[in-house]
C-alpha cells in the first residue's frame, strides 16, 4: 500500500462554494428528492450541519472535493455565500484520493431502527420530520419495529422496477432484456410507454393535493384511492345491466364485496356454515367457494348465525 504516512490534521476553512471543484467521477449519488429536500435543508438553516472535505490541489490551483459534492451542490442551488469545509493541503497521490474518497461513502454506521423508531416518534412537526429525509420505505420498515424486542436491525424489504416499454415488440424485448440485466429488483412491473405520463401525472395530483413531497408517498395515496374503488373492477367480468358475466374464467373476491376484508366474527359465521355444507356433501370440499352457489340458488340453509336463502 502507498502513503502509509499519517496526514496531518485538515484545517477548517470557510469560502465560497462556487470556487471549489466538483469530482468528474463520483460513485455516490443522490436521487432527485433527496437533493431537493437537501437543498430545502439549507435554505432553512441558513448553512451546512456537516463539513465537506477537500483536497488543495497546489499543482493545479484546484479546490478539490473529495467528499460531499452533493452538499456543495446544494449548498450553490439553495444561494448560500459561504460555506465551511475542510482542507487538506499537503500533496496526496491519486490512489490516496480515490481510496479517501470511497472511504467516506462506503465507511458508516448502520442505524438501530429500534432507536430510530423513538428519536423518529419524538417529532411532533410533519416539518421536521421531512427535514430529516427519511424516505417511505424506512418508515415503513420503523412500524414494524417491536421496540421492545428488537436490539439490531434485520429487516427485510424489497424493491420494485417500474418499466415502461413502447409498443414495438423488438425494442420492447431488447428494453427489457437491458433493464433485467442491470437491474437488481425483487420484482419488475412492465407498462407501456404511453402510459408514462399518466403514471407522473397521477403522483403529481396526488402530491398536490396531499402536500407531500415524496413519490413512494404520493403512490401509497393512488393506492388507497385504488382500494376504495375495488368493487368498480367488477366491469372486467360482470354486466350490471343484465346481472351476467361477460367473460369466462375466475373472478376476484375482492371485486365482488369491493373489501379485501372483513370483520373476523362474519368471517367465522360463513366459514362456520360453508364447513356444514361439505360435511353435508352439498358443497365439494375442494371447491368451498361454491357454498355461494347455494346462497343464489335459492336453497333454504340456516348454519351458526348465517342464515342462506
Not at 118 to 142: A, F
Not at 252 to 260: D, H, I, K, N, Q
Amino acid at each position: 500500500m502507498e502513503e502509509t504516512n499519517r496526514l496531518a490534521p485538515p484545517q477548517m476553512v470557510e469560502g465560497d462554494p462556487r470556487m471549489l471543484t466538483l469530482l468528474d467521477v463520483n460513485a455516490r449519488f443522490l436521487p432527485h428528492e433527496q437533493f431537493r429536500q437537501l437543498v430545502a435543508n439549507m435554505e432553512r438553516d441558513g448553512h451546512l450541519t456537516s463539513t465537506p472535505l477537500v483536497w488543495n490541489d497546489r499543482e493545479s490551483g484546484r479546490l478539490v472535493v473529495l467528499s460531499g459534492n452533493h452538499r456543495v451542490l446544494a449548498a450553490i442551488e439553495a444561494g448560500l455565500p459561504t460555506i465551511w469545509w475542510m482542507q487538506i493541503d499537503e500533496p496526496l497521490a491519486r490512489q490516496r484520493q480515490i481510496a479517501l474518497q470511497l472511504s467516506h461513502n462506503a465507511i458508516a454506521g448502520q442505524d438501530d431502527p429500534a432507536i430510530l423508531k423513538e428519536l423518529y416518534d419524538e417529532l411532533e412537526n410533519v416539518e421536521w420530520r421531512q427535514y430529516t429525509g427519511l424516505d417511505d420505505r424506512v418508515l415503513d420498515l420503523l412500524k414494524k419495529v417491536d421496540v421492545a424486542s428488537l436490539g439490531e436491525a434485520n429487516l427485510d424489504f424489497a424493491s420494485v422496477q417500474f418499466m415502461f416499454l413502447p409498443d414495438e415488440l423488438e425494442r420492447a424485448e431488447a428494453a427489457f432484456d437491458a433493464a433485467r440485466s442491470a437491474a437488481t429488483a425483487d420484482e419488475r412491473w412492465v407498462a407501456g410507454l404511453k402510459q408514462y405520463e399518466p403514471v407522473l401525472d397521477a403522483l403529481e395530483t396526488s402530491r398536490a393535493a396531499y402536500k407531500i413531497g415524496n413519490s413512494a408517498t404520493a403512490l401509497g395515496v393512488i393506492l388507497a384511492v385504488f382500494e376504495r374503488h375495488l368493487s368498480e373492477l367488477a366491469e372486467g367480468w360482470f354486466d350490471a345491466a343484465t346481472g351476467a358475466a361477460i367473460r369466462k374464467g375466475m373472478a376476484p373476491l375482492e371485486t365482488v364485496f369491493g373489501v379485501r376484508d372483513i370483520p373476523v366474527e362474519t368471517a367465522a359465521a360463513v366459514r362456520a356454515a360453508v364447513d356444514r355444507l361439505v360435511r353435508e356433501g352439498r358443497v365439494p370440499g375442494n371447491e368451498p367457494w361454491r357454498a355461494l352457489d347455494v346462497l343464489v340458488s335459492g336453497e333454504s340453509y340456516v348454519g351458526t348465525g348465517v342464515v342462506i336463502t
